[in-house]
């Protein structure tokens, strides 16, 4: 996906990464997955515990996923397969709790740079969407 495509930063093929687009996340995934990306979408997450958890279910983790930043290291490490996270609604934790935001962030940029690849796509709602 180019730039064009409405991802920028993400470099196109299978090379991993962290970028934003404008694009709502069902787009967001509708490209990568056009591209042969697994896909997992995450909504919201206003709490690290909410994050965790969304994430855990987004990309189908083991019952034995911790729901720490730890176990989601463990898991992600586990992916073998091209694996792209879509998450819309990321500014919720990165205002209500940017500490953890920071925290969260440094670890899916390490393993978007480590092992089978792995990108993270922050997607912009469209507008007038609600999230719960």
Do not use: H, I, K
């Not at 993400?10 to 687009?21: D, E, L, Y």
């Not at 997450?45 to 034995?64: E, K, N, Q, S």
């Not at 920071?102 to 670890?107: F, G, I, V």
């Amino acid at each position: 996906m180019s730039d064009a495509d409405g991802l920028p930063g993400r470099p196109s093929g299978r090379a991993g990464g962290v970028a934003r687009t404008a694009l709502g996340a069902d787009d967001a995934a509708a490209r990568l997955r056009d591209e042969g990306w697994s896909v997992g979408v995450v909504r919201g997450g206003a709490t690290t515990a909410a994050f965790l958890d969304a994430v855990g279910t987004a990309l189908d983790f083991p019952d034995r996923y911790g729901r720490n930043l730890d176990a989601l290291w463990d898991c992600l490490g586990d992916v073998a397969v091209a694996t792209a996270l879509v998450w819309e609604g990321w500014q919720e934790l990165a205002v209500g709790a940017p500490d953890a935001w920071a925290d969260a962030m440094s670890l899916l940029r390490e393993r978007a740079g480590d092992g089978a690849p792995f990108c993270v796509v922050l997607a912009d709602a469209p507008p007038g969407r609600v999230r719960s």
